[in-house]
């Protein structure tokens, strides 16, 4: 089992630039496939992209290809989301979560743990 924690979400000018990091606890974490997702208001959960439980991969959305960046670090159960060229409907809130690792964390249903998400509201 993983418990998971993002932080890193605010407010922030489009064209502009922040980092989400997700921490997660226990000696497994490096055993799981990692994804982001994110959900405005009124709408479903989306995926924004995944990395393998190594790091070797990783897969995007299309809105969001070329401008996000995820990588992680094992050895400190850190997963990270850089999103640069940051858009208005880019605002939602982001979570970060956990799956098996033989599986690419497309679909939440993919998931099998999630964190408590982190705001991220982009100004036009």
């Known amino acids: 089992q993983v418990q998971l924690v993002e932080s890193g979400g605010g407010l922030v000018q489009a064209g502009g630039s922040l980092s989400l990091s997700c921490a997660g606890t226990?000696?497994?974490?490096?055993?799981?496939?990692m994804g982001w997702f994110r959900q405005a208001p009124g709408t479903e959960r989306e995926f924004v992209g995944a990395i393998s439980w190594n790091g070797g991969r990783t897969y995007y959305a299309d809105s969001v290809k070329g401008r996000f960046t995820i990588s992680r670090d094992n050895a400190k159960n850190t997963v990270y989301l850089q999103m640069n060229s940051l858009k208005p409907e880019d605002t939602a809130v982001y979570y970060c979560?956990?799956?098996?690792?033989?599986?690419?964390?497309?679909?939440?249903?993919?998931?099998?743990?999630w964190g408590q998400g982190t705001q991220v509201t982009v100004s036009s």
């Open positions: 979560a956990a799956g098996p690792a033989a599986a690419v964390l497309y679909s939440p249903g993919d998931c099998s743990y």
């Open positions: 226990g000696r497994t974490f490096s055993s799981y496939g």
